[in-house]
């Protein structure tokens, strides 16, 4: 029995999502199989529209998996909304401070060590590429993956920039977009099995999750990306926040 099938609140918010993205989305999945039914599992897509959640969350429950992200926690702190989130096993993510994020990287392992799949954006935020190509990775996602000893499935999407634009908040619902999802395999990390998570070992990792997700959306937009991945610090952009 795959995760979707077991009762859950999922039930709930599927029937209103599937409705909702059904009329503006037609999805195309790539190698829709290399998606795990069961297991823990951490899956890590790119992320370039405020769109991307919605979208990506009803592709990934299509592909057999509850819908699980580290979530903004301002949103978690919704009326109703934000209840329904936290019961669902949405994770809230404070911004800035190690504190926070130590919690949240907890809240994480407790719902994989009950063999859950959880969607962790290892951006952070929406890409600052110019091209929204993905831009360089945190560690959050490495990090849990080595902890817990759980793959990481990177995954790329393509096309929920034509039903949202870059920063805005606006749906275009007609005529339906098509969006591609695309699968990858486990990223190997095994080399780094054993070492000590200093800041080295944990950029090295998390430059193999972010270049699995670039080769994959180089696929699906036919097309290469560029030769150095966007820093923002280098560009003197914050991470957050709209251009």
């Known amino acids: 029995m795959n995760e979707r099938a077991?009762?859950?609140?999922?039930?709930?918010?599927?029937?209103?999502?599937?409705?909702?993205?059904g009329i503006t989305?037609?999805?195309r999945f790539h190698n829709r199989k290399k998606m795990p039914q069961t297991g823990a599992v951490i899956?890590?897509?790119?992320?370039f529209t405020n769109i991307d959640p919605i979208v990506v969350g009803v592709g990934v429950w299509l592909l057999g998996r509850n819908p699980r992200f580290m979530a903004k926690a301002s949103i978690l702190r919704i009326p109703v909304l934000g209840w329904l989130l936290k019961q669902s096993g949405q994770i809230p993510?404070?911004?800035g401070g190690s504190t926070q994020s130590a919690q949240s990287l907890k809240a994480a392992k407790e719902l994989v060590s009950r063999g859950r799949a959880v969607i962790v954006y290892p951006e952070g935020s929406l890409t600052r590429d110019p091209d929204m190509w993905p831009m360089r990775g945190k560690s959050g996602a490495?990090?849990?993956?080595?902890?817990?000893?759980?793959?990481?499935?990177?995954?790329?999407?393509?096309?929920?920039q034509a039903v949202?634009?870059?920063?805005?908040?606006k749906i275009n619902m007609f005529p339906r977009h098509v969006v591609h999802i695309s699968v990858?395999?486990?990223?190997?990390?095994?080399?780094?099995?054993?070492?000590?998570?200093?800041?080295?070992?944990?950029?090295?990792?998390?430059?193999?999750?972010?270049?699995?997700?670039?080769?994959?959306?180089?696929?699906?937009?036919?097309?290469?990306?560029?030769?150095t991945r966007w820093d923002p610090t280098e560009?003197?952009?914050s991470e957050t926040g709209r251009f």
Do not use: C
């Open 184 to 227: 990858g395999d486990p990223v190997d990390l095994s080399e780094f099995a054993g070492k000590s998570r200093d800041a080295t070992t944990l950029a090295a990792a998390t430059t193999k999750v972010m270049d699995a997700i670039t080769a994959l959306l180089e696929e699906l937009r036919g097309e290469k990306a560029p030769a």
């Open 164 to 169: 949202m634009a870059r920063y805005s908040k």
């Open 43 to 47: 899956i890590s897509p790119n992320h």
């Open 93 to 95: 993510v404070e911004r």
């Open 6 to 21: 077991r009762p859950s609140i999922f039930w709930l918010f599927a029937p209103i999502s599937l409705a909702f993205v």
């Open 25 to 27: 989305v037609k999805y």
């Open 235 to 237: 560009h003197n952009q």
């Open 142 to 160: 490495v990090r849990l993956a080595l902890d817990q000893n759980i793959p990481i499935i990177p995954i790329a999407h393509w096309g929920t």
